[in-house]
């Protein structure tokens, strides 16, 4: 099975999932976009030889070119991992329940544009919540939106910060996110 994975930024969960799969007969990493040229994401690609695509605006939003692309590669699965544009309805209809995404905080909460990174730890500390966690959901329409295929859960304490906060939910997003891609590709695999 082929795994394309769009991110924005550094790509810590890009390459644990690459990691996961390295020597792995169910899937591989086979394609990287991303839509910021500075972006980590493109060392890790060069690093892990996985062709890399930098994601033009305009296309992406017309979404046509991309769509073509992914069935051209025979993606399976599309996974956004810190990925921040909104995928637009033609991809999210061509790959209905193929693309999920991982969101740092319990949706339905701190959810939607604009809510990502430190943004969405220091609205849930700032609300005294007493934990936090990530949710993996398939990826609709809108942001965040989708089913949640997953919710991982940790606690807030006393004098944690959006920092604090942020290493506690990354070690939640890079010990799951990998499981939960394996599960998905692997159940495909069973019911066909
Ligand atoms: C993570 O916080 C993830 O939950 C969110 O964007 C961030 C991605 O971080 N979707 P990285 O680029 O994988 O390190």
């Not at 980590?40 to 994601?55: D, H, Q, T, V, Y």
């Not at 606690?155 to 920092?163: H, K, L, Q, R, S």
């Amino acid at each position: 099975k082929n795994i394309a994975i769009f991110a924005s930024g550094a790509g810590s969960n890009a390459q644990k999932i690459i990691d996961h799969f390295s020597d792995s007969t169910i899937a591989r990493v086979t394609l990287i976009l991303c839509n910021k040229p500075d972006a980590g994401i493109f060392r890790i690609a060069e690093k892990e030889n996985i062709p890399a695509i930098l994601i033009e605006k305009d296309p992406f939003f017309r979404g046509d070119d991309y769509v073509q692309l992914l069935q051209r590669e025979q993606i399976d699965l599309v996974v956004l991992a810190g990925f921040l544009w909104k995928v637009p309805a033609n991809l999210v209809q061509a790959f209905a329940n193929r693309i999920i995404n991982i969101h740092p905080a319990l949706l339905p909460k701190y959810g939607g544009k604009g809510m990502y990174g430190h943004f969405v730890h220091e609205a849930v500390i700032n609300a005294g919540d007493a934990e936090s966690g990530i949710t993996i959901h398939y990826v609709n329409e809108k942001y965040d939106d989708g089913a949640t295929i997953l919710q991982e859960r940790c606690t807030i304490v006393p004098g944690d910060t959006p920092e604090t906060l942020a290493k506690k939910v990354q070690v939640l997003e890079h010990t799951w996110y990998p499981v939960i891609v394996e599960r998905l590709l692997t159940n495909e695999a069973v019911s066909h």
